[in-house]
């Protein structure tokens, strides 16, 4: 429904010069298709893997099935060049193309909004041209194969990987995910969607069993990934490594075999999550068809071969997974026309970046008209905020992409600001980075601690051993800024998206460890004080010689210890850590630890008081907030901003009227403490690596916001429909989804908890009104269909996300939510003008799962239908006769 397709007209002339249409089919005689018939480009995908079947020894086709190590991609299928079989060359690829070859562009490829940003525009158009670049970059960077896009519901809104989902709504990730896997597959690159299933938690992600009902199931977690099948063609999907129901999701007959393969008649290949396949036969017969990354810790490869000759695994099993892999190769075009290396051009991709990110921003408060900004009147910008001068916020792990270059908030908001104002920038606290993941008190500020022997410096001096006794020399001494380190995979090359403020730990620390630091601590204020160490292993904080703290926890955890600290004295300081023996249940651990406080609510460190006095003088106060959000194995169990962000928006607050707030984050964050005191709140997510103008064009209303919000915004991480730490993070080795299909918004309104934010809420800087609702009568199988009309009545053009969703059902065989989304229109009007919108249900709303008859059913009779602007701002109400 959406007028403006510029990003998707603009993408498609941009990329013409590296089209495929360009590249020519693979060269293969009249005398070699003859020899090998599978190569005759003209001949059916079926046909063709028929006859390379035919060709290939058992030996041949379990070694295909069992991906490789390679240095160059974490993710890898080597080819058969006897067969002329090309390897599976893939990328990481939810929020863009993560190249892992240096001779390949230098790594380099457009870093995009995170996908949680994509899901904002609720544009279908869009979501093409984001599928559609993420294809032509991965083809133009030698991948044949994107491991996206992500189709894991955003169950917990704090989740440590929802910047990689496209939302808590089942609906809306299923249009938004069908055109981004349309748009990667228009060029000989399969799409992957992931994970299948379940894995909604970062938190003993490798060993978690996420125990829910069919029906659930069948109704959220699922749907999203059924709907790419049926309607994008999705060639492969990615099973997770959690367990499901009691058994791990690689080798989960109920999951690969009977829904997905059987019940939703996918017909493309399951893949592992890198290392997740837990068995040989138990997996292979369950479903699995591909098993990564192989060799030295395959489960596959000789073993499988064996467990076939001994009869534990059919040879027609193993010619099924071979099948279906060569099919879609085949189907898709990967043995016709072979991924290439062609330079990325950079600023027309990064453009495309830009508007995404601009129709993603989420306009949460605008009181008073605070926004747009006016540069029409010399004023004073104050930009404040740890990383306002670095585009460094972006989500960690796998998904982090090294851009072609970067524009951070500051240089945009200066850019566009022009010679009649004045931009300044203060910090306000320390940058962000890994260890902001960590629960527990904000890490101790760097501006109140001075390390051994440096006078002007602030910190602690730092001396890291290779060992966790602390023995013979130390292998790094430096000054850390703070004691605030999560190390093992987040520190990962390419995968640590730290603020580049801060130097890294040596990666050669990623395991066993220790570490000492050593200075002073000098209070700003007088006042008692909770110093904490948290985190996991062994830690023992000494103030003037004083043990004050002993921690010693396999688990991750706080300590804290009360004491009085009068202004401007000076206390010696000394923590230890040690890792202990590794977790044997976290793959890939490392340290996790942090030197923290609770300072009086009056104290004010001198790096906050900087910012602070910078607002004072200036006319606007821009802060600029992040979070770190990672895949790994473990969430915080709170939303706070961390290092102490949120006491910086309400310090600034309190001497300028005119604080404006830009969030970037990929999940929900705690806002109760400081939105009231602020006029004006944009959500601009992880905003890619042209972040800095798109905030900067929002501000300044050049583009006027649109995005609405994919997922709910809490009160608090106790007002949530999870809130039972058997749901999260689980006890017992279990996380219990008995939240059951009351997902996101729809639980909050079973449960009758406020929210801060509703799913789907986004303001504007004009104004809309809906009026003329108009529903169809429908018998079954038959479209419904709800039309209104809509004006904009502002004095600015601008873009409104119709919002239809569909009441309880009549049926007293289950519960059913008191509201779902059942169909959305984007439409873009200009001041005075208006459109008749029409919106097609989809059937699933008006249905649920019934467990008895493993089928949707449609119910007879009335239905309630709301139309609004979010899931709480209802502004017509009717109803539909299902007959």
Not at 155 to 175: K, M, T
Not at 210 to 239: G, H, N, W
Not at 313 to 329: F, G, H, P, W, Y
Not at 400 to 429: C, D, F, M, Q
Request: glycine content about 8%.
């Amino acid at each position: 429904m959406r007028t403006n397709k510029k990003p998707v007209i603009r993408l498609a002339a941009l990329v013409m010069g590296l089209s495929i249409i360009a590249t020519p089919l693979k060269s293969v005689s009249a005398e070699e298709t003859s020899i090998q018939p599978w190569m005759n480009a003209s001949q059916p995908a079926e046909k063709r893997t028929d006859e390379l079947l035919h060709a290939m020894t058992l030996e041949d086709k379990v070694s295909f099935i069992t991906g490789n190590l390679n240095n160059y991609y974490g993710f890898y299928n080597s080819g058969l060049d006897r067969l002329n079989i090309p390897a599976l060359t893939m990328a990481d690829g939810p929020a863009g193309v993560r190249i892992a070859n240096p001779d390949v562009q230098d790594k380099k490829s457009t870093a995009l909004p995170a996908p949680i940003a994509l899901a904002s525009t609720w544009d279908k158009t869009t979501a093409k041209a984001y599928g559609d670049l993420i294809g032509n970059e991965a083809f133009n960077t030698t991948h044949n194969v994107s491991l996206g896009p992500g189709l894991d519901i955003a169950r917990v809104p704090w989740g440590e990987r929802n910047f990689e989902s496209l939302g808590e709504d089942p609906l809306l990730q299923s249009q938004m995910g069908v055109p981004f896997v349309q748009g990667i597959q228009s060029y000989p690159v399969l799409a992957t969607a992931k994970h299948w299933l379940l894995n909604n938690q970062e938190t003993k992600r490798f060993t978690i069993d996420s125990i829910a009902s069919e029906r659930a199931i069948q109704e959220v977690y699922a749907r999203p990934f059924a709907e790419t099948m049926d309607k994008a063609d999705l060639a492969s999907v990615m099973c997770s490594f959690n367990k499901v129901n009691g058994d791990y999701a690689c080798e989960n007959d109920t999951l690969l075999n009977d829904i997905l393969k059987k019940q939703l008649g996918f017909k493309g290949f399951v893949m592992s999550d890198y290392g997740a396949n837990p068995s040989t036969a138990k997996s292979a017969n369950a479903g699995l068809d591909l098993e990564t990354p192989g060799e030295p810790n395959a489960k596959w490869g000789d073993k499988l071969l064996t467990a076939v000759k001994n009869g534990e695994v059919s040879q027609e099993r193993i010619d099924d997974m071979a099948r279906r892999i060569l099919t879609q190769m085949f189907d898709k075009g990967l043995f016709d026309r072979l991924a290439q290396n062609n330079q990325i051009p950079a600023q027309a991709h990064g453009k495309t970046a830009r508007e995404i990110a601009e129709e993603s921003m989420v306009l949460l408060k605008n009181n008073k008209k605070t926004l747009p900004l006016s540069n029409k009147k010399q004023q004073s910008i104050a930009v404040i905020g740890p990383d306002a001068d670095n585009a460094s916020a972006a989500g960690g792990g796998s998904s982090l992409v090294s851009p072609t270059y970067t524009v951070s908030p500051l240089e945009g908001i200066k850019n566009r600001a022009g010679k009649n104002s004045k931009v300044t920038y203060e910090p306000g606290t320390d940058p962000i980075t890994a260890g902001g993941i960590l629960p527990g008190p904000a890490a101790v500020p760097s501006s109140v601690l001075t390390p051994q022997q440096e006078e002007n410096s602030n910190g602690l001096t730092a001396e890291y051993f290779n060992n966790t006794n602390f023995e013979g020399k130390p292998v790094l001494t430096r000054t850390d800024g703070q004691v605030n380190m999560n190390l093992g995979f987040y520190n990962y090359e390419g995968f640590n998206a730290s603020s580049p403020k801060v130097e890294q730990v040596p990666r050669d620390l990623n395991k066993k460890m220790s570490a000492r630091w050593t200075g002073h601590i000098s209070a700003p204020k007088t006042g008692e004080y909770k110093l904490s160490l948290t985190g996991k292993g062994e830690g023992k904080l000494y103030v003037d010689n004083k043990l004050m703290i002993d921690y010693n926890d396999t688990e991750l955890g706080t300590k804290t210890a009360s004491i009085q600290l009068a202004k401007g004295e000076k206390h010696e300081v000394k923590v230890e850590y040690s890792t202990g023996e590794p977790d044997p249940s976290i793959r890939d651990f490392g340290a996790m630890f942090r030197f923290g406080w609770e300072a009086p609510s009056d104290a004010i460190d001198a790096k906050m008081q900087k910012a602070i006095d910078l607002a004072k003088k200036s006319k606007v106060a821009v802060v600029v907030t992040r979070t770190y959000d990672s895949e790994g194995y473990v969430e915080r169990s709170d939303m706070e901003l961390p290092n102490d962000q949120s006491k910086l928006i309400r310090e600034v607050s309190k001497v300028n009227p005119n604080t404006i707030v830009v969030n970037m984050s990929g999940r929900a964050v705690k806002m109760t403490q400081w939105k009231d005191s602020v006029p004006a709140i944009v959500q601009a997510w992880f905003g890619g690596q042209e972040q800095g103008n798109a905030v900067a064009n929002v501000l300044f209303g050049d583009v006027n916001p649109s995005g609405k919000l994919p997922v709910t915004f809490p009160v608090d991480e106790k007002s949530t429909p999870i809130s039972d730490s058997k749901q999260f993070p689980g006890q017992n080795g279990t996380s219990e989804y008995n939240d059951d299909v009351f997902v996101g918004y729809k639980g909050y309104e079973k449960s009758g908890l406020k929210v801060a934010y509703p799913f789907g809420h986004g303001l504007s800087y004009t104004s809309f009104k809906y009026s003329n609702l108009h529903t169809n009568t429908s018998h079954h199988n038959k479209k419904v269909t709800v039309q209104l009309n809509l004006r904009n009545t502002g004095h600015k053009k601008g873009e409104e996300v119709v919002q239809v969703y569909t009441g309880k059902l009549p049926t007293n065989k289950v519960d059913t939510p008191a509201k779902q989304l059942a169909g959305f229109a984007k439409i873009e009007l200009k001041p005075g003008k208006q459109q008749r919108v029409s919106v097609d249900l989809d059937p699933k709303a008006l249905s649920y799962w019934d467990e008895e008859s493993n089928k949707w059913v449609m119910p007879s009779g009335n239905v309630p239908v709301y139309v609004g602007s979010s899931s709480q701002d209802m502004k017509l109400k009717g109803s539909v006769n299902i007959k």
